[in-house]
């Protein structure tokens, strides 16, 4: 008789636990579906965000689709590099990408402003005829002979490593000043036309 209540007792008890069990297991599989969701959405987003990025780039000059070609593949070698040379690379491959996305936000903005885009483009002209080319050169450089360089050539990367990070402030430095005379411009057009 003992034994006829205990097997109820024991069923739900066993019913109790497997309940748990799958519960436990649906929240797990609930949790894994929904943040798979979510990666997945976010990698959709990049990439589509990449595939409208690249069609502005096609409306740029050819000037600046090369620049933001190597930017490409300068971010790419970099992410590859030991930690010592992707620390102070790092900084000066973003301050490029700076100057290239400003001088590409004019041309994007706004079709109409030509002739200040071009002043734009040409005050740094520099930028991408040397600058831009050189900083490419040494991540190349680095990223296939920093394990078999000598105190030497460390040294030697290092420092131009300190130039470049001069010259590409020297850039953003021209870029203000160019943005700043063309608000000075603007803020004297609409005096000037207040005043009438």
Do not use: C
Not at 16 to 28: D, E, H, S
Not at 113 to 132: A, C, E, G, V, Y
């Amino acid at each position: 008789m003992l034994r006829l209540m205990l097997i109820p007792f024991i069923l739900l008890i066993v019913a109790i636990l497997l309940g748990v069990a799958v519960w436990l297991v649906y929240r797990k599989l609930k949790k894994g579906v929904s943040n798979s969701i979510k990666k997945g959405a976010e990698i959709a987003t990049e990439q589509q965000e990449k595939w409208v990025e690249k069609g502005q780039r096609k409306k740029l000059p050819s000037t600046l689709q090369k620049g933001f070609d190597d930017y490409d593949k300068m971010e790419g070698l970099v992410a590859d590099l030991p930690e010592a040379w992707k620390q102070p690379l790092q900084p000066i491959v973003k301050s490029a990408k700076e100057i290239l996305d400003e001088v590409a936000f004019e041309y994007i903005s706004d079709d109409s402003n030509k002739p200040s885009q071009d002043k734009k483009l040409n005050s740094i002209r520099s930028f991408f005829h040397h600058s831009l080319d050189a900083l490419l050169q040494l991540v190349e450089k680095l990223s296939s002979d920093h394990a078999k360089m000598n105190a030497g050539e460390i040294k030697k990367a290092q420092e131009n490593i300190v130039i470049l990070k001069s010259d590409l402030q020297t850039h953003q430095e021209t870029l203000q000043k160019v943005r700043r005379f063309d608000f000075d411009v603007v803020m004297d057009v609409i005096k000037a036309r207040l005043k009438k």
